[in-house]
């Protein structure tokens, strides 16, 4: 069965350029997460979607980041005008259910220069 | 203020010797994850607990519901146990969302 996937694995931009995360949870798999992880720290929840629907999306910095499930599968995050200490990995997460275990995608490196 | 708070943060082990790591939470909490994150980044799962203890060979892994706790046993360290390992909480107050610990660090040496 093939994991969570994502792309690209890596990015880096200049401040006020945009950039856009891709993923692609498990086969099955109705919830979605994004979580951003600063270097040295744990990861945080960024937003989580039941197929289509945003769940939760209190953690999102709604000036800048916005995030789409359209079909239920695959998501996109954006982020309209990168700052530098938007500095982090980006790790996407899916479970079979709300409240099931979680498991995660390789993510994707993002320096902001 | 540190909602799951991981001890130590950082370790260093001899090959073959034992260890453990601990999270305490100061949430109520209904589900526990660890992970191992390598050097590349992929968080691999380890364990997923209910109140109750897993074993899975060399690791054993223990939730403590009542006493807000959870450790994670390291037994005949090897060296590709190296990485970072982290804890994560499922609140009782947010179903679904999971709320990480800070990591501990994990070198094994020969």
């Known amino acids: 069965e093939a994991g969570v996937t994502q792309s690209p694995r890596y990015a880096v931009l200049q401040e006020g350029q945009a950039v856009s995360f891709w993923c692609d949870p498990i086969?099955?798999?109705?919830?979605l997460y994004w979580y951003q992880q600063p270097r040295d720290q744990g990861p945080q929840l960024l937003v989580y979607f039941r197929d289509e629907a945003v769940i939760d999306n209190s953690q999102l910095p709604s000036d800048r980041f916005s995030a789409v499930r359209p079909k239920g599968t695959n998501s996109t995050l954006k982020i309209q005008s990168a700052k530098q200490g938007d500095t982090a990995t980006y790790l996407c997460?899916?479970?079979?259910?709300?409240?099931?275990?979680?498991?995660f995608g390789p993510g994707t490196r993002l320096t902001v220069l | 203020g540190d909602q799951v708070k991981q001890s130590p943060s950082a370790l260093s082990l001899q090959e073959g010797t034992n260890s453990a790591l601990r999270c305490n939470f100061s949430?109520?909490?209904?589900?526990v994850q660890w992970f191992l994150q390598n050097p590349r980044g992929s968080l691999m799962n380890l364990f997923y607990l209910v109140p109750g203890t897993k074993e899975n060979g060399r690791l054993k892994s223990t939730f403590n519901s009542k006493e807000s706790y959870s450790t994670l046993h390291i037994r005949d360290a090897q060296l590709e146990d190296s990485g970072t390992y982290f804890c994560a909480a499922e609140p009782s107050s947010s179903f679904s969302k999971l709320v990480f610990g800070q990591g501990t660090s994990l070198s094994v040496v020969p």
């Open positions: 949430i109520a909490t209904t589900t």
């Open positions: 086969s099955g798999h109705d919830t």
């Open positions: 997460a899916s479970s079979l259910n709300r409240g099931y275990e979680q498991y």
